[in-house]
């Protein structure tokens, strides 16, 4: 017999819902497939479900079980996106069981395994028990994680969150309390154009641009910020563009940057520092004039290691003998939006990140029980802690 959360894997598999930014065929493409078997599944535990749809055909789901006046309230979150399909050697929506046990398939890890291990951990019973203990429980399945993370900034923009939060992705079963944030930005710098024999005449962008990058990276450089499992903020100059020509003295030179935020940081105050660093080098004569815009921007999080929700859940995970590293990751994830409304959030999960957005991706079936098991834990001391 199959066991209920690996026969609900196989089932999540089999529904597909490629990131629309990731595919074209439209029999795959939308998250609206998933929400759809979602609303059903949650509505028949005794859910009520609400959807928020900000993007047209891409509905965010929202279920909610429990008391009105909560003493507490504790959320589950799954993306219901996934990769495309393009380039697997498995067949992405099959839920092929192998004789290794593993369950292949297209978001098998990322993360309808992880997602199929908590619906399985919401049974009938410990819902009640819950509910009594005075705990509201909610499970948000969001768009868009795989692109920008839509659907948790817009559900974070609509206050839903809640005291404590898991965020389910694959990470070996091991607990993330903290990952960096990220600010995306281009810089567009401005030179005065000349004939490059004369140089002296001009302002060369492409210069202008460098001395911008030189002060930027020693101004972070002397940051006194290095976090205990995140290490420093980085920053990366991605891209740029600029001149026209080998004999002409660069007007226009436009780097896109990637600086990552450590908690604390926040895009905002990144983006008028490194505003500041260009008004001083057009005051200079170094830039005739430079403009810097956000492409896009993720806060970072961090729950402590000694917070109630990251003790509970490693005793949870030694309930079932496992020994979880409690750790910073380096991606990011819908932690970042919903760091704004969630108390404390760990990300976790059954599954490797190593076998997400692979060829032939796939989930341990007996890492994805196990899985299932902790967080059955993780509910029965919530609800213990109540009475
Ligand atoms: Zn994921």
């Known amino acids: 017999m199959i066991e209920h959360d690996i026969a609900l894997a ?19 493409i939308g998250e609206h497939r998933l929400a759809d078997f979602l609303s059903n599944y949650l ?3 005794g859910f009520a479900v609400d959807r928020h749809e900000m993007t047209p055909g891409r509905p965010n789901l929202v279920a909610s079980y429990g008391p009105q006046m909560p003493r507490k309230t504790f959320l589950f979150e799954a993306h219901l996106d996934t990769q495309g399909i393009h380039n697997m050697t498995v067949p992405p929506f099959a839920g092929i069981l192998s004789n290794e046990g593993r369950l292949y398939g297209r978001g098998a890890c990322d993360m309808k395994g992880p997602m199929a291990s908590a619906l399985s951990a ?5 819902l009640a028990r819950l509910a009594e203990a005075g705990v509201r429980v909610l499970f948000i399945g969001a768009i868009g994680e795989e692109t920008g993370n839509i659907g948790a900034t817009q559900l974070a923009g609509l206050g839903i969150g809640a005291d404590e939060a898991i965020v389910l992705e694959p990470t070996d079963l091991n607990i993330v309390h903290a990952h960096k944030g990220v600010a995306w930005f281009e810089v567009e710098c401005f030179g005065v154009a000349v004939h490059g024999s004369n140089p002296g005449l001009g302002i060369n962008a492409i210069e202008g641009a460098a001395a911008w990058i030189a002060e ?7 940051l006194p910020l290095e ?12 891209r740029i563009r600029g001149g026209s020509s080998i004999n002409i003295v660069p007007e226009r030179c436009v780097l896109e940057v990637d600086r990552r935020m450590v908690p604390g940081e926040k895009a905002e105050e990144i983006l008028d520092h ?6 001083r080098l ?6 005739r004039a430079a403009s810097i815009e956000s492409i896009e921007s993720g806060a970072p999080f961090e729950t402590g290691v000694d917070s109630s929700l990251i003790r509970r859940l490693t005793e949870a995970c030694r309930d079932e003998k496992t020994e979880p590293r409690v750790e910073g990751a380096s991606w990011y994830s819908d932690a970042g939006p919903l760091s704004k409304t969630c108390g404390q959030i760990a990300v976790f999960g059954p599954g490797s990140i190593r076998q997400a957005h692979t060829a032939d991706e796939y ?13 059955r834990r993780l509910l029965d001391r919530l609800a213990g802690e109540g009475t």
Not at 22 to 27: F, V
Not at 282 to 287: A, I, N, P, R, T
């Open 274 to 279: 490194a505003r500041a660093i260009a008004e």
């Open 43 to 45: 509505n028949n535990l």
């Open 227 to 238: 976090h205990p499992s995140l290490g420093k903020p980085t920053l990366n100059i991605g």
């Open 282 to 287: 057009v005051k200079h004569g170094l830039l």
């Open 10 to 28: 196989q089932k999540l598999v089999a529904i597909p819902s490629v990131n629309p930014r990731l595919g074209d065929d439209p029999a795959i």
């Open 122 to 126: 919401l049974e009938p019973d410990r």
């Open 363 to 375: 989930i341990s079936v007996q890492e994805l029980q196990t899985g299932t098991r902790i967080l």
């Open 216 to 222: 930027m990276k020693s101004a972070l450089d002397a």
